[in-house]
């Protein structure tokens, strides 16, 4: 009861500054306790199977490091499981490492998920490849199957600019996002080079293939793939297979190059195209909307919406940094920039110049958990403010924000829900907090997530 009045008061003291928080007594709490510390988390994830389980992806064991080791850690009845429920060999230098988990919308029938990782050893490109797998749970429902098989390599050009979020969306079409390759300014132009193509610091030659060096593709996209099917022969827009091969996955219906006698020379795997680093994104639980955190350079940071059921799109990286037009000299450019013919602005950009000071955009979520008045906002944060800022009308076309506060010092590394829509957000340091709102009804939290 005391505890009670004590929020109460709070949340009347709060309401002047946090006017635009709703509830104003929303709060971080230290999960699943306060001494619990994962190494490098960065998603937080559950799958719809009953089993009350909450996953956390742990990006690497020792970053800086080219061989390493990647875990996904379960959390059950609030606490940590003693064994890993997968450990991955990664790559861990700069931004690399185990960075994307999803399951299977019928894991719970299936056992079947997929991660996406960077790999170890040398790749296809100049750096190590970047990887999306599939695997599978043993016959211990808490532990899964070690060895799992590799559905789509992108060959990467540096170890930043990774993205490396992955989910399913309303449809069940699997979707991944992959940086640019990280090169700073894109001057490969490969956000929008749609086809394949050499580093060769010439933007208008995408498709050529032709001279030394390692040809990319698939960078600066997001990518969506049919992962309960297969193709017998890959046609020649299978970017990620050889032509004439067995392809591991297919193309779904819409993805804007999917038909290869209208679009030979381009990838069918792009759904989404024009990104800088889309690192973390999601869908609305509720209504399929895409929400994309689509870090930028030295100026803009950015967050991206498409419509559920919409055709894929250009986001406009790197003719805009956010909605100002890029200027590879470093200075910020003018607003608003138009970009590509057909290309999408952001529906919300901040700078680094001014307040909130931040420097990379990371990604959030539609609440659609237990806090009744959070509801429809949606939830993000930067990782080097470590703040988290709320959108309350996510219907208007361009988005304002308020900063939520009273959250501990962090560098955020993602986000992520379980299966009854609690929000979670982890930090680089191994804190992991769950959003509580003592006074609504959070009565999943109170239960102590069971």
């Excluded at 800086?64 to 990664?90: D, E, K, Q």
Aim: glycine share 12%.
């Amino acid at each position: 009861m005391l505890r009670r009045i004590i929020s109460c008061l709070l949340a009347v003291a709060s309401t002047s500054l946090h006017a635009a928080i709703d509830p104003p007594d929303l709060e971080l709490v230290r999960w699943p306790d306060a001494s619990t510390t994962f190494s490098e988390p960065v998603a937080i994830r559950a799958p719809n199977d009953g089993s009350g389980r909450t996953f956390v992806v742990e990006r690497c064991d020792n970053p800086g490091s080219s061989n390493t080791t990647g875990h996904v850690r379960i959390v059950r009845n609030g606490s940590v499981l003693p064994t890993a429920f997968l450990s991955v060999p990664v790559s861990c230098v700069s931004e690399q490492g185990l960075l994307g988990l999803a399951f299977d919308p019928q894991f719970a029938s299936n056992g079947t998920f997929y991660v996406t990782y960077t790999a170890t050893g040398s790749g296809i490109g100049d750096s190590r490849d970047q990887v999306l797998a599939r695997y599978t749970v043993s016959s211990n429902p808490d532990v899964a199957n070690p060895t799992g098989s590799v559905i789509l390599r992108v060959p990467d050009i540096a170890g930043n600019h990774n993205g490396g979020d992955l989910h399913f969306d309303h449809q069940g079409w699997l979707n991944w996002s992959m940086g640019d390759g990280g090169v700073q300014n894109d001057p490969n132009g490969f956000a929008q080079c749609t086809g394949r193509k050499k580093a060769d610091n010439n933007p208008a030659s995408c498709h050529s293939t032709t001279g030394q060096g390692p040809t990319y593709y698939l960078l600066g996209k997001i990518i969506r793939l049919d992962v309960h099917a297969t193709t017998a022969s890959a046609p020649a827009n299978f970017c990620g297979a050889t032509p004439g091969q067995p392809a591991p996955y297919a193309i779904p219906p819409g993805n804007p190059f999917r038909d290869v006698a209208q679009f030979p020379g381009e990838c069918a795997e792009i759904f989404n195209w024009g990104f800088r680093n889309p690192y973390r994104f999601s869908f609305d639980r509720q209504t399929g909307d895409l929400l994309i955190g689509d870090v930028g350079q030295g100026s803009w940071e950015e967050v991206d919406f498409q419509p559920a059921g919409s055709a894929g799109q250009n986001f406009q990286w790197n003719a805009c940094e956010g909605r100002h037009i890029f200027n590879p000299n470093g200075t910020a450019g003018g607003s608003p920039c138009t970009g590509p013919a057909g290309s999408v602005p952001p529906r919300l950009d901040y700078g680094h110049g001014t307040a909130p000071f931040g420097c990379a955009v990371t990604g959030g979520y539609v609440y659609r958990g237990p806090i009744a008045p959070l509801r429809g906002q949606y939830v993000f944060s930067d990782y080097c403010t470590g703040d988290v800022y709320i959108v309350a009308d996510t219907a208007a076309p361009t988005w304002t924000y308020q900063t939520l506060g009273g959250t501990p010092g962090m560098n955020t590394y993602g986000f992520g829900e379980d299966a009854q829509g609690n929000l979670y957000v982890a930090s680089q340091g191994g804190e992991v907090y769950v959003f509580h709102s003592p006074d609504n009804d959070d009565v999943v939290f109170m239960n102590g997530f069971d």
